[in-house]
């Protein structure tokens, strides 16, 4: 059974340019999840899909950052313009449902450095 | 809203040495709890899902229990290697997974 899928692995802007990530869930999952994860801390929660519909972005900066899942399958995370604080590890997580006993399953993640 | 704490935050062992990492949450009202290793740079690696109808999970020298009464979880780690060395996150399982913010483990040669 492939992984989570995600690229690029790593990328370093300056503040104020933009920067997308992409995530690729495992077959068959239907809630996909972006977090951030801080030097030093724990993963946060920026966004959950159900399918192709936003479950959660309670804690998704909305003045930079965006994310869509295109036909319930791969989805996007962008930062436009992004910031020093913005540096940190981007996950990518996929379950077969959101909710219930199922497990959730994570990328590698994007490291990304802003200067 | 559920809040997760993981005791101690850092650890430093011998080799062989039997160990114990801790895991609390404030909400009871969880479907699962899941334990992962996350090694320097990389992703999450699964160890361990304890669905809400179980007690405990075990694999190889790992245990991880469960007592969602009490809101805690520990995972065991019997006779610990240096290739142990990593850190340790717990996610308690809502609709959502909350993260704590890990216990960083060192396992000495």
């Known amino acids: 059974e492939a992984g989570v899928a995600q690229s690029p692995r790593y990328k370093i802007i300056e503040k104020r340019q933009s920067v997308a990530f992409w995530c690729n869930p495992i077959s068959g999952h239907a809630t996909l999840y972006w977090y951030q994860q801080i030097l030093g801390q724990g993963p946060k929660l920026l966004i959950q899909f159900q399918n192709n519909g936003v479950v959660d972005d309670s804690q998704l900066p909305k003045d930079r950052f965006s994310a869509e899942r295109l036909k319930g399958v791969d989805s996007t995370l962008k930062i436009q313009p992004a910031k020093l604080e913005d540096s940190a590890v981007y996950l990518c997580?996929?379950?077969?449902?959101?909710?219930?006993?199922?497990?959730?399953?994570f990328g590698q993640g994007t490291r990304l450095t802003v200067v | 809203k559920q809040e997760v704490t993981q005791i101690p935050a850092a650890l430093s062992v011998p080799e062989g040495e039997n160990l114990v990492l801790n895991c609390s949450f404030t909400?009871?009202?969880?479907?699962?709890l899941q334990w992962f290793r996350q090694d320097p740079g990389k992703g999450l690696t699964s160890l361990l899902l304890i669905q809400s109808s179980q007690r405990e999970q075990t694999s190889g020298r790992l245990n991880a229990s469960l007592d969602k009464s009490s809101g805690r979880s520990t995972l065991y780690i019997a006779a610990s290697q240096p290739g142990d060395s990593a850190t340790y996150l717990c996610?308690?399982?809502?609709?959502?997974?909350?993260f704590g913010t890990g216990t960083r483990l060192k396992v000495l040669a």
């Open positions: 997580a996929s379950s077969l449902v959101a909710g219930g006993d199922t497990e959730a399953f």
């Open positions: 996610t308690s399982g809502t609709y959502k997974y909350i």
């Open positions: 909400d009871s009202a969880i479907y699962n």
